[in-house]
């Protein structure tokens, strides 16, 4: 392919009033962004993060005009860095991919060396997709908490959000792992789907006033991954059990954390930021090898659903409104 070739990209930018917009054009391989690893994107998908930056809804983008898509799976056409050649398969996720740098909405991708990994062994291109940004998120956490002490003897554990793709994989995993895991929900309708796919018990989330809660409630979880923040996120930390895990990894409730030291002089319990867009390559080599393996959830057909490249536009709203269920993966290549 020349330099001068055009190929179908989503491109996000924003006009004289600041408004944000996105729209199926062409560019060319001369007008992406800078990288040793050309890659002919077969997949991508959709994250929480690539709706906000899609639709303006958040502050996402740090540069107009970016293709967008955080995510992207493909094979490598040509590469200056000897760790690829032409006909790899390889998979890039998060760093600046899709808000500072041109990423996966696109037929073809170009980035940095240092961002790319082979396909681990155990997954195809679309598996790899499937589980993504949202994927990699979840066995972070599952993988630092249990380097600080969590195993499937030490009692339940607790997912909030549990029907968006973080929680669900999330839940997936931990169930393969042998842990107890119990969902918390504002969907009471998806809970036949949340116990199909390995929870234990289903807690809905209006039955508890997080208003009221105490700085210390009654023990429950040895461990937590939790997607929300804020108001739930306090209430998870004073139910945590003697030296619980607790990792935080979104905030799709409330950025903000209004909660006290006695969950952490009290009881010994940890808060574990998890961080999927700048993890470092050794974590996310070791990580993506287990989601290839151990890791690799029993139901991930379940989670997900395919889009081609021209429905993407449209496929933004859903996630915005919390109507989105699972993972979302755009089929890039025809």
């Known amino acids: 392919m020349r330099e001068s070739d055009s190929f179908k990209v989503l491109l996000i930018?924003?006009?004289?009033?600041?408004?944000?917009?996105?729209?199926?054009?062409?560019?060319?391989?001369?007008?992406?962004?800078a990288g040793e690893v050309l890659i002919r994107v077969h997949f991508s998908s959709i994250n929480f993060k690539d709706a906000l930056a899609a639709t303006?809804?958040?502050?996402?983008?740090?540069?107009?005009?970016?293709?967008?898509?955080?995510?992207?799976?493909?094979?490598?056409?040509?590469?200056?860095?000897?760790?690829?050649?032409?006909?790899?398969a390889v998979i890039a996720t998060s760093y600046d991919i899709g808000v500072a740098h041109h990423g996966g909405y696109a037929e073809y991708a170009r980035v940095p060396a240092g961002w790319a990994i082979p396909l681990p062994s155990g997954l195809d291109l679309l598996e790899a997709m499937a589980l993504g940004t949202a994927g990699l998120t979840a066995a972070l956490g599952i993988v630092k908490m249990e380097d600080n002490g969590l195993a499937p003897g030490n009692g339940p554990v607790l997912v909030t959000g549990a029907s968006g793709g973080v929680g669900g994989l999330a839940i997936d995993m931990l169930a393969q792992l042998g842990y107890e895991v119990v969902a918390l929900t504002g969907k009471p309708e998806e809970a036949d789907f949340l116990q199909r796919i390995g929870a234990t018990d289903i807690l809905p989330r209006g039955g508890i006033d997080f208003d009221k809660v105490r700085p210390i409630e009654a023990a429950r979880w040895a461990g937590a991954v939790d997607n929300v923040g804020g108001a739930i996120l306090h209430w998870v930390l004073a139910t945590m059990r003697q030296n619980g895990v607790v990792t935080s990894i979104g905030n799709a409730a409330d950025f903000k954390l209004s909660t006290t030291v006695f969950p952490f002089i009290l009881r010994g319990v940890s808060l574990l930021g998890i961080d999927s867009g700048y993890a470092n390559m050794t974590i996310r080599q070791r990580v993506w090898a287990r989601l290839g393996a151990d890791l690799k959830p029993r139901h991930l057909k379940d989670f997900i659903c395919v889009i081609g490249f021209d429905e993407l536009p449209g496929a933004f709203t859903a996630f915005i409104e919390g109507q989105a269920r699972g993972r979302t993966v755009v089929r890039i290549l025809d």
């Open 13 to 33: 930018e924003q006009d004289e009033a600041r408004k944000v917009c996105a729209s199926l054009t062409s560019l060319s391989l001369a007008q992406l962004d």
């Open 56 to 88: 303006g809804a958040g502050k996402i983008i740090r540069r107009f005009p970016c293709v967008g898509g955080i995510d992207l799976a493909g094979e490598v056409v040509e590469s200056a860095d000897s760790r690829f050649k032409a006909g790899d």
